[in-house]
T-cell receptor, first 115, second 115 residues
Framework: AQKITQTQPGMFVQEKEAVTLDCTYD???????LFWYKQPSSGEMIFLIY??????QNATEGRYSLNFQKARKSANLVISASQLGDSAMYFC????????????FGTGTRLLVSP | GAVVSQHPSRVICKSGTSVKIECRSL??????MFWYRQFPKQSLMLMAT?????????EQGVEKDKFLINHASLTLSTLTVTSAHPEDSSFYIC???????????FGQGTRLTVV
């Protein structure tokens, strides 16, 4: 079984500051992928960043970086230089690379960026 | 990224009627589509995995006779909520991928309200 845990229901950050959203996961599989999605109030799921379990370097995509600590089973999302448009729900998800390769989501963190 | 279109974006129906939601991959052929349900302020919960040309695989606790999934072609999957009740009111969202080990792209979601 796979499980994703996001312990921060809500986070506040000031514009232009960096923020870290926590994500821990649990699986006994060795091959898996970790994803972060942003969900604005419109409901669409916007892909932000991906980290494979065998990737040795932390993934980065523009202002997003993923702090992958495999031994601790954590995959925290770091958003640098926050913008007002970053206010949204953020979901961490895991995909096992076996079977149907389903995505399992965490409970999400609501980020609010203030001016 | 690839485009997945979901229709309708919003639907209101009367209790006891059926509603069909379409999920189309516009610029790629999707061998697998996933259907999720999201209640307000909650995470995405996988309902079923749909492979083209075969019966959908439902997650535990999801009634297959109530949530009919058809994946008749490589670009279209449909979810029919039969005999809808107010408790079925939710946000339904699909995702589609070309093959295993490729990224899944999300539709815009459908907000269903049963009155």
């Amino acid at each position: 079984a796979q499980k994703i845990t996001q312990t921060q229901p809500g986070m506040f950050v000031q514009e232009k500051e960096a923020v870290t959203l926590d994500c821990t996961y649990d699986t006994s599989d060795q091959s898996y992928g970790l994803f972060w999605y942003k969900q604005p109030s419109s409901g669409e799921m916007i892909f932000l960043i991906y980290q494979g379990s065998y990737d040795e370097q932390n993934a980065t995509e523009g202002r997003y970086s993923l702090n992958f600590q495999k031994a601790r089973k954590s995959a925290n999302l770091v958003i640098s230089a926050s913008q007002l448009g970053d206010s949204a729900m953020y979901f961490c998800a895991m995909r096992l690379n076996t079977g149907f390769q389903k995505l399992v989501f965490g409970t999400g963190t609501r980020l609010l960026v203030s001016p | 990224g690839a485009v997945v279109s979901q229709h309708p974006s919003r639907v209101i129906c009367k209790s006891g009627t059926s509603v069909k939601i379409e999920c189309r991959s516009l610029d790629f052929q999707a061998t697998t589509m996933f259907w999720y349900r999201q209640f307000p302020k909650q995470s995405l919960m996988l309902m079923a995995t749909s492979n083209e040309g075969s019966k959908a695989t439902y997650e535990q606790g999801v009634e297959k006779d109530k949530f009919l999934i058809n994946h008749a072609s490589l670009t279209l999957s449909t979810l029919t909520v039969t005999s809808a009740h107010p408790e079925d009111s939710s946000f339904y969202i699909c995702s589609a991928r070309r093959t295993k080990n490729t990224e899944a792209f999300f539709g815009q979601g459908t907000r269903l309200t049963v009155v």
